[in-house]
């Protein structure tokens, strides 16, 4: 930014503009009396109009914080711009507050690329160039995004040295306009994602634009993901949702960014999206799951979770949120093939036996087990049974003090234990010894629990527990709204 004459360099002058300059010097004529006073009167108007500009500018910085950063250079305007929330910043450069400054920020690209890269946009440096592109023809034609040519007699010169700066000058003013305006765009788009005031069904369509719009920019993509979550919760929003390109979407921030935060944000927006109609968390499954076409295939979504679980098996977070979406994904008996086929069971107890002491891990792999563990379409699961019932009674001895994940597990093994074929691996005193335990501890409390064990133990060890005094318990078994009198496989939503 040039100085003024007489400025020091790192200070910032502001020209005072017209209507008063240095008075010149008047030379004492004889009896000149008159324009002597005259003289002394505009110097004390000079002075006075100066003390009240700066007492002027001096209010101004006051109630405008703001103006104070505008004396640095524009590299290290971006770093303490840091301090400052998204909004500020982008205020405090596009005030037109000074001529001189606005237009020095507007030409200087390194700051606006540096803003777009920053927080909470995260646009990545090998994309932001292309992404620039696309708004640089708005930018062409916005006021104050392209510098003003030079005078007209420099233009007038014929000297190609100078043409030549002036085409540089001009090109890198449209640069620094078209990030600008990027950075104005995504500014808007966070904006109106955190908007509230409109209808869920505009809200849905909304995020469902700005993520196609800016699919390659992970700040927009986190804020779109969490702006959906609680509209999803709604079931009038998620039976919009579900019918809508909001799943492909999902999918595509899975396989575009290797963030495990905004993975674990995906995979919780699949796990309502796959929710049933009219089901509620947790309860057993009444009806049809919804069709989510974008679910199966190559680059779907059950392939997609099954790529993240191999690819971060060491994330407890992650993998219990791919355990909970594999839940509501098994509710379709098409996608619950093609996971079986996929090697879904493998995968969840690959991840209870890496994080044996999770309780998040274990409780969403549990869960997901109680609709996997009763192959659909002909895929059989024979070898792996002998897996699960280790897996299941490890978590049971680990979390003996956890009635939510015994009960879940209870119900895996009932589920098992209605095939005859899994008998042989069932029938062990460990799995008596455990379950016995459990009942004592839990079935008063807990009629869902209490019934489970209690048809498992008389399925497996009907002459032993006889024995004990509890084949009675089985003749008029507690009854529930949430488990069904009869003795089925029992299919739960998450």
């Given at each position: 930014m040039p100085l003024a004459r007489g400025a020091s360099r790192g200070s910032f002058f502001v020209p005072m503009g017209s209507g008063i300059g240095k008075m010149a010097a008047t030379s004492e004529a004889p009896g000149s009396r008159k324009r002597k006073l005259m003289d002394h009167r505009m110097r004390e108007a000079a002075e006075d109009a100066l003390e009240g500009r700066e007492a002027s500018e001096a209010t101004h910085d006051e109630a405008h914080p703001h103006v104070q950063l505008l004396g640095l250079n524009p590299e290290l305007l971006h770093s303490v711009l840091g301090f400052l929330s998204a909004v500020e910043a982008h205020q405090v450069l596009d005030a037109p507050i000074c001529r001189g400054l606005r237009a020095e920020v507007m030409r200087n690209s390194c700051v606006w690329k540096e803003l777009c890269c920053s927080r909470p946009w995260l646009v990545s440096r090998a994309d932001l160039d292309a992404l620039s592109n696309c708004f640089s023809a708005t930018a062409r034609g916005g006021q104050g995004m392209v510098a003003h040519p030079p005078p007209g007699g420099v233009v007038r010169r014929k000297s190609m040295h100078l043409r030549r700066q002036l085409r540089c000058s001009l090109d890198a003013s449209v640069t620094a306009g078209a990030y600008r305006e990027l950075h104005r765009t995504l500014l808007c788009s966070v904006q109106g994602l955190r908007k509230e005031s409109c209808r869920p069904s505009q809200r849905l369509a909304y995020i469902c634009a700005v993520m196609a719009q800016f699919a390659k920019v992970k700040g927009i993509q986190m804020e779109a993901l969490q702006a959906c979550l609680p509209l999803l919760q709604a079931e009038p929003v998620r039976r919009v949702a579900q019918d809508s390109a909001l799943a492909p979407h999902i999918i595509t921030c899975i396989h575009s960014f290797q963030d495990p935060t905004l993975?674990?944000?995906a995979l919780h927006a699949l796990v309502l999206l796959a929710r049933p109609l009219g089901g509620r968390e947790g309860a057993v499954h009444v009806g049809i799951a919804p069709s989510l076409p974008s679910l199966q295939g190559p680059k779907g979504g059950?392939?997609?979770v099954i790529k993240l679980m191999d690819?971060?098996?060491n994330h407890s977070e992650l993998q219990a949120m791919a355990c909970w979406s594999l839940v509501n994904?098994?509710?379709?008996p098409s996608a619950k093939a093609y996971m079986l086929g996929q090697?879904?069971?493998h995968r969840v107890l690959q991840a209870?036996?890496?994080h044996p002491k999770n309780r998040d891990v274990q409780f969403r792999a549990i869960f997901a087990l109680i609709n996997l563990v009763v192959p659909d379409g002909g895929v059989s699961i024979e070898n792996q049974i002998d897996d699960i019932v280790q897996q299941l009674l490890a978590a049971i001895e680990v979390f003996t003090e956890d009635g939510r994940l015994i009960n879940r597990a209870s119900l895996?093994?009932?589920?098992?234990?209605?095939?005859?074929?899994?008998?042989g691996t069932l029938k062990r005193p460990r799995v008596q010894r455990l379950l016995q335990r459990c009942l004592v501890r839990f079935g008063a409390e807990d009629p869902v629990l209490a019934q489970s064990i209690r048809a498992t133990l008389m399925r497996l060890f009907g002459s032993a527990v006889e024995e004990l005094g509890l084949s009675a318990l089985t003749l008029h078994p507690?009854?529930?709204?949430?488990?069904?009198?009869?003795?089925?496989?029992?299919p739960v939503t998450f």
């Open positions: 993975q674990c944000m059950i392939c997609s690819q971060h098996p994904f098994a509710l379709n090697g879904a069971i209870m036996h890496l895996v093994l009932q589920n098992l234990s209605l095939n005859e074929l899994n008998h507690p009854t529930s709204s949430c488990f069904p009198p009869r003795q089925i496989r029992i």
